[in-house]
Every structure is written in structure tokens, then in C-alpha cells.
């Protein structure tokens, strides 16, 4: 049962334009929500998160965008640039659970060609 | 440098054999997650200890186990070894008290190939 769903495995984008990727949730539990981002070769790294009570997040080049109602959350990166090329991993966790531990998506292989 | 280390980063071993993973969290971490990406799969999880004892468990096989010592760093143990638990096992940890974070750091991750 994949409770976090990233279904576009792969995106191509053009540097300086944007780059949207996508993510769906099943738990209607999950209240909090992070975006990590990979690096070959290294472990997963935070980048930017929004609690349930947002709709939106803003972190210089990257917004996070959340949608309960239809249990969708997206991450935009404006400008894209080469350097943003890596795995992006959607997570969510339930503040209620009393544990913390995250539920991640498959991820999104992000390429920003020059 | 996330501050979580883990050993080894690579591990080749062959089938029906026994492995540890060792993890070291961030100073002062109290939680250590254990989570598991195979090939094309995102990152499973497997299982969450917290100032020593197991806090949350996921879809970790009865072959595979794991501990946190007193000092806090964390062990997961693999045995009996099959092809298909070929995989890159990261630990990751978290600060604050009571198990909940925000956000958790990862370690590189060690890549176990199994043949």
C-alpha cells in the first residue's frame, strides 16, 4: 500500500524555466509534509516542508504547494538550474503517531540541461 | 556533512550470510530511523528506535533486526541473506524529545550487494 505516490518517475526541463513535480497521499492523517532532495551517492537531504495548516511555502527558488482537499502537494523550483539535477523524494509524516519517522514517495529524477 | 555516519559504505557479501550496518546519529539524537531503497523504489521504511528502545516498526523482514546501544549509535542486523535484499540502507536521525521531528537527517547510506 504506497501511501505516497510520486508518479512521474523522471522530468526534463530547460534551465531558467520551472520545474514542477508532483506528489499524491492517501493518509488523510499525514499532516506534515517535506521534500528531500538526492544526490548520487549521498544520502537524502531536506530542502523545504509545509504542515497541513498551510497551503503554501516559500524558500527562495522552491515553493511547496499543498492541497488537502485532493490530497496533492507539488514543489516548484524557479528558476531551475543545473545544479537542482538529483532525485526528489516527497515525504509525509502524522504529528500523531508519536514517532516522527517519515513515508516517502518513489521519487522524481529531476535533469536541468544547460 | 549531515553528521549521521554510517559504516561501511559498501558491503558485498553472498547469499544465506549475516551482515551489521552501523550507524552513528547526530550528537544529541535521540531517534534512529533505518530505511531501506531498492533499485527504482523510494525509501522504505523499516524501523525507528528512540533513547534505546524500538519506537515504530514498518515493513522490515523477521530476518533482518536492529538495536540502539546506550551510547545511541544503532546496528541493523541482515541474516540469512537473499539476492533480493540487494539494496542502499540509509539511517537517518532526529532530535528533539518524544521521538517527533520535523525533518530527519540522512547518513550517505551503505550499498549491500548481495551474491
Known amino acids: 500500500d504506497q501511501q505516497v505516490k510520486q508518479n512521474s518517475p523522471s522530468l526534463s526541463v530547460q534551465e531558467g524555466r520551472i520545474s514542477i513535480l508532483n506528489c499524491d497521499y492517501t493518509?488523510?492523517?499525514?499532516?506534515?509534509f517535506l521534500w528531500y532532495k538526492k544526490y548520487p551517492a549521498e544520502g537524502p537531504t531536506f530542502l523545504i516542508s509545509i504542515s497541513s495548516i498551510k497551503d503554501k511555502n516559500e524558500d527562495g527558488r522552491f515553493t511547496v504547494f499543498l492541497n488537502k482537499s485532493a490530497k496533492h502537494l507539488s514543489l516548484h523550483i524557479v528558476p531551475s538550474q543545473p545544479g537542482d539535477s538529483a532525485v526528489y523524494f516527497c515525504?509525509?509524516?502524522?504529528?500523531?503517531?508519536?514517532?516522527?519517522?517519515?513515508?516517502f514517495g518513489q521519487g522524481t529524477t529531476l535533469q536541468v540541461k544547460p | 556533512d549531515s553528521g549521521v555516519t554510517q559504516t561501511p559504505k559498501h558491503l558485498i557479501t553472498a547469499t544465506g550470510q549475516r551482515v551489521t550496518l552501523r550507524c552513528s546519529p547526530r550528537?544529541?539524537?535521540?531517534?534512529v530511523y533505518w530505511y531501506q531503497q531498492s533499485l527504482d523504489q523510494g525509501l522504505q521504511f523499516l524501523i525507528q528506535y528512540y533513547n534505546g528502545e524500538e519506537r515504530a516498526k514498518g515493513n522490515i523482514l523477521e530476518r533482518f533486526s536492529a538495536q540502539q546501544f546506550p551510547d545511541l549509535h544503532s546496528e541493523l542486523n541482515l541474516s540469512s541473506l537473499e539476492l533480493g535484499d540487494s539494496a542502499l540502507y540509509f539511517c537517518a536521525s532526529s532530535a528533539p524529545a518524544q521521538g517527533i521531528s520535523e525533518k530527519l537527517f540522512f547518513g550517505s547510506g551503505t550499498q549491500l550487494s548481495v551474491l
Open positions: 515525504a509525509a509524516s502524522e504529528f500523531s503517531s508519536n514517532t516522527g519517522k517519515l513515508i
Open positions: 550528537s544529541g539524537d535521540l531517534s
Open positions: 493518509n488523510s492523517m499525514f499532516d506534515y
